[in-house]
């Protein structure tokens, strides 16, 4: 069936370094939402990317849509505690359906 | 400001009982939809309903049922509660489906089944 990957599951970085988790996709996506969720919290939405080959930016969060449809990756450069959570993404498919990812789960060590 | 309410936060049951767990949100959505979270595994959709009293099958609809009586709320049915549905439940809502818009998440029901 369709499936939507994210690695790494796991990330531990230190306060200060670079994060960059990734999303890849069995089928081509017609877009793609990026969601955090706290430790405790529930899933909050970031944002969202529809055209191929797009790059959002908010604040120190880089967002990009592969030129395939098919990847996503979301960057955070200088990390912070704030930073910490688990990173969904989840793809809309050609049929109507959202498919999440399994998520990667970021520590930041202060 | 956007919300969406689930009932409990915590909940335990017995094998065999049957549970309803709420969700209500106050932003006049169209879609609801019922997830659970299990480490590793993500959010996996169980049932949505794009309208009153409509309902469709997610990826993981076995051993669940759902109402849609209303608008803004949206039911969680375990007919016969089992040890393997013990889990995070999470309600949410959206605007629209064609394309999908944000979804808001409800704070999460951690039901567990003794």
């Known amino acids: 069936g369709q499936q939507v990957m994210q690695i790494p599951q796991y990330q531990h970085v230190q306060e200060g370094e670079d994060f960059t988790t990734y999303c890849n996709s069995s089928t081509t996506l017609s877009n793609i939402q990026w969601y955090k969720q706290r430790p405790g919290g529930h899933p909050v939405f970031l944002i969202q990317l529809v055209k191929s080959g797009e790059v959002k930016k908010q604040k120190r969060l880089t967002f990009q849509f592969g030129e395939a449809k098919r990847n996503s990756s979301l960057h955070i450069t200088a990390t912070q505690t704030t930073d910490v959570g688990t990173y969904f993404c989840?793809?809309?498919?050609?049929?109507?359906?959202?498919?999440f990812g399994p998520g990667t789960s970021l520590s930041v060590i202060p | 400001d956007v919300k969406v309410t689930q009932s409990s936060r915590y909940l335990v049951k017995r094998t065999g009982e049957k549970v309803f767990l709420e969700c209500v949100q106050d932003?006049?959505?169209?879609?609801m939809f019922w997830y659970r979270q299990d480490p590793g595994l993500g959010l996996r959709l169980i049932y949505f309903s794009y309208d009153v009293k409509m309902k469709e099958k997610g990826d993981i609809p076995e051993g669940y049922s759902v109402s849609r009586e209303k608008k803004e709320r949206f039911s969680l049915i375990l007919e016969s509660a089992s040890t393997n549905q013990t889990s995070m439940y999470l309600c949410?809502?959206?605007?629209?489906?064609?394309?999908?818009?944000?979804?808001?998440f409800g704070q999460g029901t951690r039901l567990t089944v003794v």
């Open positions: 932003m006049d959505h169209e879609n």
């Open positions: 949410a809502s959206s605007l629209s489906h064609s394309p999908h818009t944000e979804a808001f």
């Open positions: 989840a793809g809309q498919t050609s049929y109507d359906k959202v498919i």
